[in-house]
């Protein structure tokens, strides 16, 4: 199974799944409070791609209908 992407923990070479969608989450919602600002800092589209970064290792660890690849 491919599982490029997303975000390692701590740096110890692991992904823990629930610490990466806190991370994720936690900054889905500062681009939804705080885009103008971000937007302003020319961090909008980095942002975003960060975001889409974390959301695509989770949509890949999805492999199947009841299937979830995690640590």
């Known amino acids: 199974v491919d599982l ?3 975000y ?3 740096g110890d070479n692991v ?5 990466m ?3 994720i ?4 919602w500062s681009v939804i409070e ?3 600002q971000i937007s ?4 909008y589209y980095h ?3 960060a975001i889409k970064w974390g959301t695509d290792y989770f949509i890949k660890c999805h492999t199947q209908p009841n299937v979830l690849w995690g640590q």
């Open 4 to 6: 490029v992407g997303g």
């Open 8 to 10: 390692y923990d701590a």
């Open 15 to 19: 992904k823990f799944g629930l610490p």
């Open 21 to 23: 969608a806190f991370t």
């Open 25 to 28: 989450t936690l900054l889905s």
């Open 34 to 36: 705080y885009g103008d």
């Open 40 to 43: 302003d800092a020319g961090e």
């Open 47 to 49: 942002a975003l791609d």
